[in-house]
């Protein structure tokens, strides 16, 4: 052994440390040392922070099962049998300063175990984290180690901890299809149904946002003279658009009291079987108001597709353009526009 080299045995743990390399080794594998409250703590509070607590308790869950499965092959291939590897592994957590663990019921047959705990590292940073519920490490651990052991998946459950006013912590062991595998598809598949929800409402807001400033927008009642206004039609109309644009119509020729109300299809491209069906019905509720319809800015092609639907026009007066239909309302109010 070298001079700066040094070994240590407790309880039949070997310890060894190599002054000259820097190097800590705890039964023949290298390891490192952590504070607790500080350097410890602050790594599970860091872990907490950026994933959230209850993606931090699963990671923590599954890190502790999978180390677990580790150590139970490892010593399952250095003890001669099982009593031996019973025997051995609280005393090797003990010496390891994870805390004193009890197996207080072991049963092969049944595949079950119950475990105590006292003093542990995980009780000791909950404590200084201000928990409420225990963490879920060294649970997850113990039953990657009895999963190995039983040659079966084992889950566990709680029954005694301090934060519930217990003086130990005591931990039931026994088969289940549960893992940290399934915990943690669960946990991504909540995440994208989360997920998928909020881009739903987000979606849902903005659609909200879009049809009100369409609203706002399309369609508007423009009073041009006395008794006579202008409506703008332009863009594809559907079910909730119609019903806004008819009552919006009605509401503007009581509150101008308009005779002469003159439709706009400048911006209408083409006619669909819904906006045709729309310019008949609110053609029919004008006339029912007492107002005038008036019709201006139908193109070659929009009349092509008027006289194609079965629409006639005849009783209807329309224009080329807007100043068009003005001066004719103009008339029919008993007004013209002159000129100085």
Known sequence: ????????????????????????????????????DTAFKTFIDTIEEITGTESA?????????????IVSDFFARNTKNEEELLTLLPNIYKSAGWGSFTIIEFSNERKEAVIQLREDWELKIN????????????????????????????????VKHPFSGDDVTEIEFFPSN????ENIRE????????EITTLEAMVEDRTRDLKKLVSDLSSPIIPVLENIV?????????ESRSTELIEKTLQGAIDYQA?????????MNELDNYAISLLGNIIQAVSLVGATPI?????????????????????????ATLKHAVHYGLALEGMQITFK
């Open 127 to 158: 404590q200084l984290q201000n928990k409420k519920e225990p963490g879920s490490f060294l649970a997850g651990h113990w039953a990657g180690i009895l999963s190995g052991l039983f040659q079966e998946k084992v889950w566990y459950r709680i």
């Open 187 to 194: 946990l991504l598949s909540s995440k994208e149904q989360y």
């Open 178 to 181: 549960i893992s940290p595998a």
């Open 1 to 36: 052994m070298k001079p700066n080299e040094h070994v240590k045995t407790v309880d039949g743990v070997r310890f060894s440390w190599d002054m000259d390399r820097g190097l800590l080794q705890y039964e023949g594998a290298d390891v490192v040392l952590f504070w607790i």
């Open 259 to 267: 005779n002469i109300i003159i439709f706009d299809v400048t911006g």
């Open 57 to 69: 308790r699963i990671v923590m869950e599954a890190t502790g099962y999978r180390t677990g499965k």
């Open 295 to 319: 019709i201006v800015g139908i193109s070659p092609d929009l009349s092509m597709q008027l006289i194609s639907s079965g629409v006639y026009l005849r009783e209807l007066k329309c224009f």
């Open 230 to 238: 202008v409506v703008p039609m332009m863009g594809r109309f559907d």
